[in-house]
Structure formats: C-alpha cells, structure tokens
C-alpha cells in the first residue's frame, strides 16, 4: 500500500510489467551490464533522452545493418530481432538524421538512427545507407535500485550523470585534441596513429571521445592503439552531444582523466568544428582552451584543411600543431599545406610514427624508450 501511495507511476509499471528475451544489446547501454533476459514495461514509458527500450527489428537491409554490442563486435541485424537500445537523435553529415518523439508507448514504431544503438524518428536519409530500420516499440527496461523491492524504474544509459557545472583541472597533464572539418576526416585514425607512436615511446595515455553520437568504436580502437584508459560522452548519460552539452563534458572528462598519473591526454572531438555536435562551444570556451597544450586538425582536402586552419586561427584563436586526414594521402596536398599555411602535415596512415613524433617533440614530453625503425 505505501509503495503505491509514493510511486503511483512506479505501480503501474508493475502492473504492466513483462519479461523479454532480447537477442542483441546496443553499446549504448554498456554502463547497465544488461542481461538478455529483462524486465519491462509497457506503460508510462519516459519520452526521454537516454531512456532504454526494447524493440523489434521491422525489416531487412543489406546496407548499414549492423549494430555494436556491449563487446565491441558488430553484429547483423533481421527482421524479427528484438534488441536493445536507447532513445536520441541525431544529425549526421553523413548519416542518418532524426529526432526524439514527442511521445513513446508500446506498439510505436520509430527507427534505429545510428549502430550505437539510438532510437528515434528519422527525419533525413543518407542514399547510401538507404533507409533506416523500423523498430516497433516492446517496452521500456527496468531496474530494481531499491533492495528487497520490486519496484522497477526506466534505465538509463551512462555510469554517471553530466554535471553541467563541471571545472576543467588538468593537474598539468598535457592534452592534445583532434578536431576535423567534418566526420569521416580521419580524426580517429589519426587519434589512434598518435597514441600508438606514444605508447611505443613509453607513454602512459588517456584517451577519450568528447562529442558525436554514441558509439564507443572509436574510442575502443584508441585502447587497441595502446591508450591505457579510455571514456566516452556515453559514460556520462550523454546519447549525443550539443553545444549546450559539449563543453561541460569536455570539462568533466579532462578532469577524469588527468587522474590516475597519465603521461598525456589526447582527445577527439566527433563531427566537424561547423557541425550539430557542440565542437564549436568546446573551441569557444576559454578554460577548455586554455587546458588544450595542442590541437591536431584532419582534413578532407586541402580545400577544408585551409577552411580548417582559417577557422582556427581567425575564429578561435588557436593555432593548429599539424594538419592530417585525406588531404595528406599524397606529397601534392602535404606540400600545398606545408607551403600555403605554413602548418607541419603528416598521413596517419603512412606516416604515423612522424605524426606522433610532432606531437611529441611539439610538446616536449619526456618518453621512456623510442622504437627507432618506426622512424625510417
């Protein structure tokens, strides 16, 4: 009786609350260490960012139909699937664009907007990944907090809540940034190429992702590169991030990872530094600058790569340690970028030993040992 006097909401639930069998968990939902088998309700489902449903998968596509899995692999996804994911939104460049519902009961069908695992209503479609999945609606999974009560409330994704009044406090950690002209510049091969020629320098790295829309596929291949600890916006209850999110994650994380004794930081930010992501706020904020010891530009072309530095220089007061991504695939645009801007460039692909070696002699970090053959 007094469990339904202070949770009427909380009672209902129960109510309508079942068991599901879920045959594939998103990424997105890695902090609640789900089981495929869970609780669920089917009424009075929080229309909420962050908030964790059960679907079923409506229809087959022979093109971006995959989605991540707490493990990192990626796994095809079929009509008939029932997975697990959060709801979000969206506004890719390059992907999928779309928005939370006003509401979300049992039965709605909204769609699967990125492979992370978000949840939402497609507003534009990308014609190379062809249309979205479908996925009707089964319930919104819930957690037991209270010992000794079955009185489930709606997870939630993330091991902690942002903290909108976070302060930066690097405790003199040098930190390096990625920053791109748009998504898919090659800022995470990149990221990646710095962090390998620092680990096989002796470094101790930290690395993590501050802005884009969750999936932790970029940040599991910096820890294959060899950074040592690894976050994503997703740990703290962030789905995907906006100006107004993006500096204070960028704050909290920075002082997350300055613990622990790492030798350095490094960074990306996700999209473009003219996107939806919230890159810009981050570049704006003075504190979060003045804890930046250098910022890695990736670049398309070199067209965007002088857009890119222009940018930098004129609207954020930064000047760019080295210049990566497509635009470097060949000595043409390495030259062009060298000889026009005046700024180092380096291939992460080809040349990734030399781009972490800027880096490093850039910012005067004392390395432990050095891998000379990778210097050839």
């Not at 919230?278 to 704006?284: C, D, K, P, Q, T």
């Amino acid at each position: 009786m007094n469990a339904v006097v202070a949770f009427p909401q909380v009672s209902n639930m129960v109510a309508n609350m079942k068991t599901v069998l879920a045959d594939k968990i998103a990424s997105i939902t890695q902090a609640l260490n789900l089981g495929h088998e869970l609780r669920v309700a089917t009424a009075d489902i929080p229309c909420e960012e962050g908030v964790v449903l059960v679907v079923e998968i409506l229809n087959n596509k022979s093109t971006y139909n995959t989605l991540e899995l707490t493990s990192g692999r990626m796994a095809k996804l079929a009509k008939g699937d029932v997975i697990v994911g959060a709801l979000g939104h969206r506004q890719a460049l390059f992907g999928y664009s779309g928005h939370l519902p006003e509401s979300v009961k049992a039965g709605d069908v909204i769609q699967v907007l990125n492979i992370g695992g978000v949840l939402g209503i497609v507003d534009s479609v990308n014609p190379e990944k062809g249309r979205p999945f479908d996925a009707r609606v089964i319930g919104v999974v819930l957690q037991f907090p209270y010992l000794g009560e079955r009185i489930g409330v709606p997870a939630r994704i993330g091991y902690q809540r942002l903290d909108y009044n976070a302060t930066v406090n690097t405790r003199g950690v040098p930190v390096v940034a990625l920053a791109g002209t748009c998504m898919e510049a090659g800022k995470t091969a990149a990221a990646c190429a710095i962090v390998a020629r620092m680990r096989h320098r002796g470094l101790n790295v930290h690395a993590f992702k501050a802005t884009g829309v969750s999936l932790r596929r970029d940040i599991l291949a910096m820890e294959d590169a060899g950074a040592h600890r690894t976050m994503i916006f997703t740990d703290l209850g962030v789905v995907t991030t906006t100006a107004k999110t993006g500096p204070a994650i960028t704050r909290a994380l920075l002082t997350e990872m300055s613990q622990g004794e790492p030798d350095v930081i490094v960074f990306e930010l996700g999209d473009g530094i003219l996107g939806a992501y919230g890159v810009e706020a981050i570049l704006s904020s003075p504190d979060i600058k003045e804890a930046l010891s250098c910022v890695v530009l990736s670049a398309n072309d070199p067209v965007a790569a002088w857009g890119g530095v222009k940018l930098l220089r004129e609207k954020f007061g930064i000047e760019p340690a080295v210049v990566t991504g497509p635009a470097t695939d060949n000595a043409v645009g390495v030259n062009i970028i060298r000889d026009q801007f005046n700024v180092p460039a380096f291939n992460a692909i080809t040349d990734g030993a030399k781009l972490g070696d800027c880096i490093i002699e850039g910012l005067k970090l004392k390395t432990k040992q050095i891998e000379t053959e990778d210097s050839e």
